[in-house]
């Protein structure tokens, strides 16, 4: 049984370029959540997606948008990087009906130059 | 607002030792509590969930606590190994409208010294 895989692994962009990332959840889920890690902190919340739409939001800017695809897999997609955009990006699902227990995937490690 | 700290910061500790990580939260209405452990720059690795309803979870190891009613909860790691050495994260779901969004302290990174 797969858990959450993200892909790519690493990333190196450039100030004011655009980045996809991806994301399929553990089989079994249909919600998937996106959180931002800078360094030597905690995970932050970007936004949460289930039924194909974004059932809620943290507090980042509409740079940062996603998509729910059928098969429940997720994109998320920063436009017009910033230095600070700089982060892992980790991907985590649960099951709708559940007890809010994620499950997080191996994360994407961006890096903007 | 939900708000999640995690003391201490940084904890340096020779083998063998048994140690206490502290989290404590500012809205005991939470569903439940999650522990997880990060080594550098990977993922989320879940290590226990304790149910609001529960007042104690074990996995080898390891023992949570959880008493809402003071918005604690510590992690004990009894008889610790150099393999133990991580960042170890404590988060709770906080609730509104159709989603649940994960709210995590900033960590504890433990090196266990051999």
């Known amino acids: 049984d797969a858990g959450v895989t993200q892909s790519p692994t690493h990333l190196i962009k450039t100030r004011g370029q655009q980045v996809t990332l991806r994301c399929s959840p553990k089989s079994g889920h249909d919600t998937v959540s996106w959180y931002q890690q800078a360094l030597g902190q905690g995970p932050q919340f970007i936004f949460q997606y289930y039924e194909e739409e974004e059932r809620q939001r943290g507090n980042f800017p509409d740079r940062f948008s996603g998509h729910q695809f059928p098969n429940y897999s997720s994109e998320l997609n920063v436009n017009a990087l910033l230095l600070g955009d700089s982060a892992l990006y980790l991907c985590?699902?649960?099951?709708?009906?559940?007890?809010?227990?994620?499950?997080f995937g191996p994360g994407t490690r961006l890096t903007v130059t | 607002k939900q708000e999640v700290t995690q003391i201490p910061a940084a904890l340096s500790v020779p083998e063998g030792e048994n140690l206490v990580l502290n989290c404590s939260f500012t809205?005991?209405?939470?569903?439940?509590l999650q522990w997880f452990r990060q080594d550098p720059g990977k993922g989320l690795t879940s290590l226990l969930l304790?149910?609001?309803?529960?007042r104690e979870q074990t996995s080898g190891r390891l023992n949570a606590s959880l008493d809402k009613s003071s918005g604690r909860s510590t992690l004990y790691i009894a008889a610790s190994q150099p393999g133990d050495s991580a960042t170890y994260l404590c988060?709770?779901?906080?609730?509104?409208?159709?989603?649940?969004?994960?709210?995590f302290g900033a960590g504890t990174i433990l090196r266990v010294k051999s």
């Open positions: 809205d005991s209405a939470i569903y439940n």
């Open positions: 304790i149910q609001s309803s529960q």
């Open positions: 988060a709770v779901p906080e609730v509104s409208g159709y989603g649940n969004k994960l709210v």
């Open positions: 985590a699902s649960n099951p709708r009906a559940s007890t809010y227990e994620q499950y």
